[in-house]
């Protein structure tokens, strides 16, 4: 799609990218119906880039909109006043007031809707395209985005950057756990390293270090 139709871009995409072919704005793109961090930062100032066609609109005083504080990064304020020009506005979620031009705000616009990865993953074989899941490497499991799948190869995105993983290489996937399953693996963990421990006193101390309580506070 060498001209984007900005009827199909996400509320608050800013760019197409025409390399890419997806939606992106500042440090995200958009793909498989969810926003994902762009690990390898680009200019969106470069040719590669559209920009959003400029709407003509003016916030109005006693009025509710956007203003974009950072590229990409839109917060709901109240417009307070105009002062030729400039507006006066009040950000109700940080209790700050400010003045910016008429650029700076833009109508409310609701976040775009997530949708769930296009194929269901029931943990055997590679994770489809569009899985968040997590992937074992040599630093330990680590939370990771699925690009792409080739075979017995998956491309995934990690904050480190991309990379291309297999289990052949020593990498393997499973599922997000649940903070139920990960203070289950820690008292497990804990509990198998108190197999010869014998003062009864010492298990309960290693126990409640993991936080667990009898009574509520």
């Not at 990409?72 to 507006?87: H, S, T, V």
């Not at 291309?164 to 990960?182: C, D, M």
Request: hydrophobic share 35%; net charge negative.
């Amino acid at each position: 799609m060498s001209k984007p139709d900005w009827t199909e871009a996400p509320d608050d995409a800013t760019h197409w990218d025409t390399r890419g072919a997806v939606w992106c704005k500042h440090l995200y793109f958009w793909c498989y119906g969810r926003w994902n961090y762009e690990f390898e930062i680009h200019d969106l100032a470069e040719d590669r880039y559209t920009p959003r066609p400029v709407e003509a609109w003016f916030p109005i005083v006693g009025e509710r909109c956007q203003v974009i504080e950072l590229p990409g990064i839109n917060i709901e304020c109240e417009i307070l006043a105009n002062r030729c020009g400039d507006y006066i506005y009040y950000v109700p979620e940080k209790h700050t007031y400010g003045m910016l031009a008429a650029g700076a705000f833009r109508p409310i616009r609701t976040q775009a809707k997530t949708e769930p990865a296009t194929t269901a993953w029931d943990s055997a074989g590679l994770p489809p395209r569009g899985t968040i899941c997590e992937c074992l490497f040599n630093d330990g499991w680590v939370k990771v985005v699925v690009l792409s799948v080739n075979g017995d190869e998956a491309w995934v995105c990690r904050p480190r950057g991309s990379h291309i993983v297999s289990k052949g290489l020593g990498n393997e996937f499973r599922p997000i756990r649940t903070q139920a399953q990960i203070d289950r693996a820690l008292l497990t963990e804990t509990l198998n390293c108190m197999r010869k421990e014998t003062d009864v006193g010492v298990i309960a101390d290693s126990i409640l270090e993991l936080g667990f309580r009898i009574t509520k506070p």
